[in-house]
């Protein structure tokens, strides 16, 4: 399994919104320099996470960027999704792409099991445990200098 880019770049993004004390939010350039990502990825980015409520413009259109949520509230299954749908392997989600019913499929039961794992794995960390991880990251890289 591999994690795509626009997930990675978002969780990223995030971070750097969460980050950012000022009520009138972090603009979108900023984040881009910050986080060397292109402004038309980032603007996709961005997009995503507004549709999935992540994000918001903290007073319109030109404003900088806000998290809608806690980062206790935000976990990494909203993140994820806001990407991606979790599909292990496509018939779990669409019987009707396989001809095996779940009789006659000896792996189904672990492939659905795999599948809410992974589900629970991702909404048991959110963005404030996340935050104080990397915070402590760079507290050791700066005692260790």
């Known amino acids: 399994m591999k994690i795509n880019s626009k997930i990675r770049y978002g969780l990223r993004t995030i971070i750097e919104i969460a980050n950012h004390t000022d009520p ?13 990502i292109s402004l038309k990825y980032l603007d996709s980015i961005i997009s995503s996470l507004k549709i999935k409520g992540i994000v918001a413009n903290s007073k319109g259109r030109g404003s900088g ?11 990494m299954l909203d993140i994820y999704t806001a990407f991606e749908q979790i599909i292990v392997v496509e018939c779990i989600n669409n019987m009707s792409l396989c001809d095996r019913n779940s009789h006659d499929c000896k792996a189904q039961n672990y492939w659905t099991e795999f599948n809410l794992d992974f589900r629970k794995m991702l909404a048991s960390k959110n963005l404030a445990q996340i935050l104080q991880q990397t915070h402590y990251e760079c507290q050791d890289l700066l005692i260790a200098q």
């Open 24 to 36: 009138n939010g972090v603009l979108q350039k900023d984040i881009a320099k910050n986080q060397h």
């Open 65 to 75: 960027y806000i998290l809608t949520r806690e980062p206790k509230d935000i976990t």
